[in-house]
């Protein structure tokens, strides 16, 4: 058995699934988590957690909210040396055998200072650890995300980068690139083809977007309003992780935002994807944009709808699905042993067979 300090963004739902996905799997280790926000009351319900606060994004009308965002980072950076000081008290009572983390910032710092390995385990890193062509449009919006994660969360020394796109690594060292890490409730729910499209929003979204599905003439099921009423063809439900999976496995196809893990949950169900990325939020512009390049479905604006939409996504529907069932999106077993390599050896290795 080993010990494990695991810090977890606290924003954003798809860290504290992921985490809890691998401590469920992990079920012979002891974890201590440190997150904050959405993730703590996530996590709290089955593991112990110690609160401290991270930087995170925060969201309005459908884009980044940046003041709000810069004001949760300054308030977050005012605190840092007495959080890295919390977190390291907890390493000296926990006494971990290694650390991860999942784009937190103050696990790595402690580790580091204590001289325990830590392993960088999220999607973030795609952005800075591959090679990408940047469209001039959108250089500045990825200058400051690769600010963000190189000078906040790039502290531990190895890196693990969960990914449904695996563009070239820019270095094998000790950094590693693999297929989605689910939750093991997706593998419960085997895909069938439906007639309805599966919606899904996580941040807020424009006034327009309702009157827009309603142009689709198929059902939508809608989740992320946290209402349950009919609206013509629109069905908002409340959520439920059984409901959405059934949902989501049975679907046409799928209608979001640039969130990695509905897409992955999409992509491994055989659904093409009509996403739309959140204005300057860049992780979830590269998201939407490989969705496009590799012809998973189409990225495309929130903020200019058009009916026309969906005729153009459905002719070329049999096209995205092919070019979907040729793709690899389940990386669990890889992820896992990997994972149980890091926690043996405290690093990763240079070979990267799937990257």
């Known amino acids: 058995?080993?010990?494990?300090?695991?810090?977890?963004?606290?924003?954003s739902h798809g860290h504290a699934v992921r985490a809890v996905t691998l401590a469920r799997h992990f079920r012979e280790h002891e974890f201590l988590f440190v997150t904050s926000e959405d993730a703590l009351r996530h996590l709290s319900r089955e593991f112990p957690v110690i609160e401290v606060l991270n930087p995170g994004t925060r969201y309005k009308n459908y884009?980044?909210?940046?003041?709000?965002?810069?004001?949760?980072?300054?308030?977050?950076?005012?605190?840092?040396?007495?959080?890295?000081?919390?977190?390291?008290?907890?390493?000296?009572?926990?006494?971990?055998d290694a650390c991860i983390s999942d784009y937190e910032y103050f696990v790595p710092l402690a580790a580091r200072r204590c001289g325990l390995s830590c392993l960088s385990l999220d999607h973030q890193h795609v952005i800075t650890g591959c090679r990408h062509d940047i469209p001039a449009g959108q250089y500045l919006d990825y200058l400051g995300i690769a600010a963000s994660i190189k000078f906040l969360f790039s502290a531990a020394p190895d890196t693990l980068i969960i990914s449904f796109f695996r563009p070239p690594l820019?270095?094998?060292?000790?950094?590693?690139?693999?297929?989605?890490?689910?939750?093991?409730?997706?593998?419960?729910?085997?895909?069938?083809k439906g007639g309805h499209i599966l919606v899904y929003q996580s941040c807020s979204v424009c006034d327009a977007f309702a009157p827009f599905l309603k142009t689709s003439g198929r059902e939508c099921r809608i989740y992320g309003y946290n209402v349950d009423k009919t609206e013509g063809n629109l069905t908002f439900r409340s959520y439920s992780e059984q409901g959405l999976l059934a949902d989501l496995a049975s679907c046409a196809y799928v209608v979001c935002g640039g969130s990695h893990s509905l897409i992955s949950e999409a992509l491994y169900y055989g659904k093409p994807v009509m996403s739309f990325p959140v204005k300057g939020a860049f992780e979830q512009w590269i998201n939407a944009s490989y969705v496009e390049k590799l012809g998973y479905g189409r990225h495309l604006d929130m903020h200019a709808l058009d009916a026309r939409l969906f005729p153009g996504f459905e002719?070329?529907?049999?096209?995205?699905?092919?070019?979907?069932?040729?793709?690899?999106?389940?990386?669990?077993?890889?992820?896992?042993?990997?994972?149980?390599?890091?926690?043996?050896?405290?690093?990763?290795?240079?070979?990267?067979?799937?990257?």
């Open 1 to 11: 058995m080993a010990k494990i300090l695991y810090g977890v963004h606290g924003t």
């Open 63 to 96: 884009q980044v909210d940046m003041p709000a965002t810069l004001a949760l980072a300054a308030k977050t950076l005012a605190r840092r040396e007495r959080q890295i000081r919390k977190v390291a008290a907890a390493v000296e009572d926990f006494k971990p």
């Open 170 to 192: 820019k270095s094998a060292a000790r950094t590693r690139i693999c297929a989605p890490l689910h939750r093991e409730s997706v593998f419960e729910h085997a895909p069938a």
């Open 315 to 355: 002719e070329r529907l049999g096209e995205y699905e092919k070019n979907v069932a040729a793709g690899e999106f389940r990386g669990n077993e890889t992820v896992y042993g990997i994972v149980e390599q890091f926690v043996k050896r405290g690093r990763l290795e240079q070979d990267n067979p799937d990257g």
